[in-house]
């Protein structure tokens, strides 16, 4: 597998901002995806960078910098209903295709 | 309704009892997958399938076996359950491969005694 590192847990106030990072090693980057997954419910997708950048859809943004291996995903004006997992996962072409997910990010928001 | 549906949701078995989930969609994806998903390990893929009769390994396909007979439909077979493979499992499929976003059924949660 990929070496894909995400903070495990994260608390937000409703109506700020909060920013998960991501961070990856790939010998055969192709693609990098965020995906929400709500307790006891399946994955969403949320978003999708393949070049440097970012990405905005909303009220989610996603930033890819391909160099170093990093990615962020930027919540704004929070809401309860955010609360759930961010999961960031890395499509990786080398040999096989194959699509890696980091453990996720559990996102509390709070009053 | 575009969906993923896999069927059961949850599953009780004992050791060595051959099971199927099954796993169809209705958007006429050509790639499929299958994913394990365990508390600090997150999603791994097992088994995925660029289109009919063409499967691969993913990450842990040991003690797993799929097949791709008809577009639609991805089953996995576990012929020898065993205790390490109470998880939740998901099937997943997106238009043409890793570069699309996946579309996931609703889940499995397997406990084999």
């Known amino acids: 597998g990929q070496n894909i590192d995400q903070p495990t847990e994260m608390t937000a106030t409703e109506g700020a901002i909060v920013q998960i990072n991501c961070t990856y090693q790939?010998?055969?980057?192709?693609?990098l995806f965020w995906y929400q997954q709500h307790a006891g419910e399946a994955p969403t997708f949320l978003s999708y960078n393949v070049l440097d950048g970012l990405e905005e859809k909303g009220r989610f943004s996603s930033f890819l910098s391909r160099s170093k291996g990093y990615s962020y995903l930027l919540l704004k004006e929070l809401q309860m209903k955010d609360s759930a997992s961010y999961l960031c996962?890395?499509?990786?072409?080398?040999?096989?295709?194959?699509?890696?997910f980091g453990t996720g990010t559990r996102l509390t928001v709070i009053p | 309704e575009a969906q993923v549906t896999q069927n059961p949701r949850y599953l009780i078995t004992v050791t060595g009892k051959k099971l199927t989930v099954t796993c169809s969609q209705n958007m006429n994806h050509e790639y499929m997958s299958w994913y394990r998903q365990d508390p600090g390990l997150g999603l791994r893929q097992i088994y995925y399938?660029?289109?009919?009769?063409?499967?691969d390994k993913g990450d842990v396909p040991e003690g797993y076996k799929v097949s791709r007979k008809e577009k639609r439909n991805f089953p996995l077979i576990l012929e020898s359950p065993s205790p390490n493979q109470t998880s939740l499992y998901f099937c997943?499929?997106?238009?043409?491969?890793?570069?699309?976003?996946?579309?996931f059924g609703s889940g499995t949660q397997l406990s084999v005694l």
């Open positions: 997943a499929s997106s238009l043409q491969g890793i570069r699309e976003k996946l579309f």
């Open positions: 996962a890395v499509g990786d072409q080398t040999g096989a295709n194959n699509l890696f």
């Open positions: 790939t010998s055969g980057f192709n693609g």
């Open positions: 399938s660029m289109n009919v009769e063409v499967t």
